[in-house]
């Protein structure tokens, strides 16, 4: 009977995931974004399978642990629609491929080709080859652990240049501010992790804010981002996450 509930719980666990990521996909799309920006795209739409079939990875467990990021970046989660989705890590991994559509409106230098492109989300290959080298198995990570995007959107000006939610202009900010932590809740209340792990800075950050307005009882972490941009995350990035993730219980 035990093995039935969980079963149960965790098949209710996908359909409120999938249901919450619909619900952001669309409440996003209505947003409007001005100069610098662009560009947006939105992943959860053109890529709605993918991402359907990584939320349904969680099929059968209970994660204790809810990693966040901030955004997708150009070369993984804006390709694949999963969250620091690099693709060898996503298709050879994960054992996801899907076919990939396209936003309405592409930049010329950011071009959507799915699992066909041929570039490498750095951030993407760092972070799941460190949970690969230490789970083993999709299956043995997914039993503890999930990661997740506080924005589904990429931000883009007209050099093709990355603009991240953080350098937005304050209203769009708060436009946008208010669907994610609302989604962002809806996920925790939904896994209801014993910690909840900021990616970052920014992400730890939102966490802070969501735990606090909603009185929600879990324990606020957060390692270093394994962006290149980061000049501590090029200096044995996988060390220090693995110490970090140490200290603070996880590992």
Not at 216 to 231: E, K, Y
Request: aromatic share 8%.
């Amino acid at each position: 009977m035990k093995k039935a509930s969980t079963k149960q719980t965790s098949s209710s666990l996908v359909k409120q995931l999938i249901r919450a990521a619909k619900k952001l996909r669309d409440e996003v799309d209505e947003l409007e974004f001005g100069a610098p920006v662009t560009h947006v795209y939105n992943p959860l739409r053109y890529a709605w399978k993918s991402h359907q079939a990584y939320l349904s990875l969680v099929a059968g467990h209970s994660p204790v642990n809810l990693f966040l990021g901030m955004n997708p970046g150009p070369w993984g989660m804006a390709q694949t629609g999963v969250p620091f989705g690099e693709i060898a890590s996503v298709r050879d991994w994960m054992g996801i491929e899907t076919a990939v559509g396209s936003p309405p409106v592409e930049h010329p230098k950011r071009m959507i080709e799915g699992f066909d492109c041929q570039r490498s989300e750095v951030s993407g290959r760092r972070l799941w080859g460190l949970f690969g080298e230490k789970y083993g198995t999709p299956e043995s990570f997914f039993e503890q652990n999930f990661v997740a995007n506080y924005c589904p959107l990429v931000f883009m000006e007209s050099s093709g240049k990355n603009r991240t939610p953080d350098k937005l202009n304050a209203e769009e900010r708060e436009s946008l501010g208010l669907i994610c932590d609302e989604h962002l809740a809806s996920v925790i209340s939904a896994m209801q992790p014993q910690r909840v792990i900021g990616v970052g800075a920014y992400a730890e950050k939102c966490l802070a804010r969501v735990v606090k307005e909603r009185s929600i009882d879990a324990d606020i972490h957060r390692i270093l981002h394994p962006s290149p941009a980061s000049p501590a995350a090029n200096k044995d990035w996988a060390g220090k996450v693995t110490g970090q993730l140490k200290d603070v219980g996880v590992w």
